[in-house]
């Protein structure tokens, strides 16, 4: 059974950091690219960063510069360390798996699984 479970998340004021955690179990997490989503009230969703299994990473480029995305294949974790952060940056922060090498610049339809989402709600 997979399991993406979110972490991390919580209010901060704007210039703030908070790092989020995916802890992924149910599959081989080194044959999944990630991808890290966000999705704030009446927006859709959007892609924030993606790293690829040949640890290739893509940024959106409202956080290029700001956010970093790694992974921890011995722990199957996941994270996402923003800095800087932006009352824009205030949404609800999922992970996501798919079953590829490849994540950048894919749909999110594409992803296979998907945690249940942490809330980060930046202040000014």
């Known amino acids: 059974q997979v399991q993406l479970v979110e972490s991390g998340g919580g209010s901060v004021q704007a210039g703030g950091s908070l790092r989020l955690s995916c802890a992924a179990s149910g599959y081989i997490f080194s044959n999944y690219c990630m991808g890290w989503f966000r999705q704030a009230p009446g927006k859709e969703r959007e892609a924030v960063a993606s790293i690829d299994t040949d640890a290739l990473r893509t940024y959106a480029d409202s956080v290029k510069g700001r956010f970093t995305i790694t992974q921890d294949n011995a722990k199957n974790t996941l994270y996402l360390q923003m800095n800087s952060l932006k009352p824009e940056d205030t949404a609800m922060y999922y992970c996501?798996?798919?079953?590829?090498?490849?994540?950048?610049?894919?749909?999110?339809?594409?992803?296979?699984?998907w945690g249940q989402g942490t809330q980060v709600t930046v202040s000014s």
């Open positions: 996501a798996a798919r079953h590829d090498a490849f994540c950048a610049h894919i749909s999110s339809d594409n992803y296979n699984y």
